[in-house]
């Protein structure tokens, strides 16, 4: 019998707007992922926020994503990089690690033929380890925002229920849209995930209420999966590490759940 010709369905979370939610996407899909197959979790934002939150708060010692997408001699493979959480015991699921060395690892590879795609090419030697991966972008456009995206095979928009977050969204997707105009293979989108949903008891506040419909107008053949409602816990796991499935919040966690099922059945 032939050996198993298995490839990580890549799953980038971006949107071109702080705030958005991502890094907390990133964390939830990654942890939820795997639970169904083998994950690897990318960090590709210079703040580092998701290797911070899987445990790994001092990178100065270590080699990191930054070092993997180095033009020449100096580019390490993504195998010597990886790291398993240093909080949580966790079966299925490693790091790639970032920190603000990526910021200048960015600018090195600026000026190279190809530059769009050294993620993707770094990624190439673990595609048969992974079931999935999970890529956490920075929040603006960028040569590192452009790496993330042509290295996935899907994107999902986490974005916060705001005027702002309306336009984060639609510049994602145009962002999208241009890189596919000048012929480069762009990933599927699998839709919107509005994060911070505002309520004041049982109602829903009126910015969330008008974000929410006109994400719903303007997202014309892209799905809109349900909200995040904003709560402390939402940051309370965050820090821990924890998925909030894991915090036991499943309603928190509905649209998260939703992605991961979208995912597995493709």
Same mark, same amino acid.
């Given at each position: ?51 911070? $939150?899987?445990? $790994?708060? @001092? ?39 970032? @920190? %603000? ?30 079931? %999935? ?12 925002? %452009? ?6 095979? %899907?994107?999902?928009?986490?974005? &916060? ?18 890189? &596919?105009?000048? @012929? ?14 505002? $309520? ?41 590490? $924890? ?24």
């Amino acid at each position: 019998m032939p050996e198993s010709t298995k490839q990580a369905k890549i799953l980038a979370v971006t949107c071109l707007s702080g705030g958005s939610g991502k890094t907390t996407t990133s964390l939830n899909l990654a942890i939820m992922l795997s639970s169904k197959g083998k994950t690897l979790a990318v960090d590709f934002d210079p703040q580092g926020n998701l290797s911070q $939150w899987m445990g $790994w708060r @001092d990178l100065s010692e270590s080699a990191t994503i930054a070092e993997t997408i180095l033009p020449g001699s100096d580019r390490l493979d993504i195998k010597e990089i990886i790291k398993k959480p240093n909080n949580e015991e966790r079966e299925g699921l490693e790091l790639a690690p970032a @920190d %603000y060395s990526l910021s200048g690892a960015g600018e090195v590879i600026a000026p190279n033929p190809g530059r769009e795609r050294f993620l993707k090419r770094a990624l190439k030697s673990v595609l048969g380890d992974y079931d %999935y991966i999970v890529i956490d972008t920075p929040p603006a456009k960028g040569i590192l925002t %452009y790496n993330a995206i042509l290295a996935a095979d %899907y994107v999902v928009i986490p974005t &916060e229920c705001t005027n702002k977050g309306v336009m984060g969204v639609i510049n994602t997707i145009t962002l999208i849209r241009e890189l &596919e105009e000048i @012929d480069f293979i762009v990933p599927k989108i699998l839709g919107v995930i509005p994060v911070r949903d505002q $309520w004041s008891g049982a109602n829903q506040t009126r910015m969330s209420k008008a974000a929410i419909e006109t994400l719903s107008e303007v997202l014309k053949e892209i799905s809109l999966f349900s909200s995040v409602r904003h709560s402390t816990i939402v940051q309370q796991a965050n820090n821990a590490g $924890w998925s909030l499935a894991e915090m036991g919040k499943q309603s928190l966690a509905t649209a998260y759940t939703e992605v991961v099922n979208t995912v597995i059945n493709i």
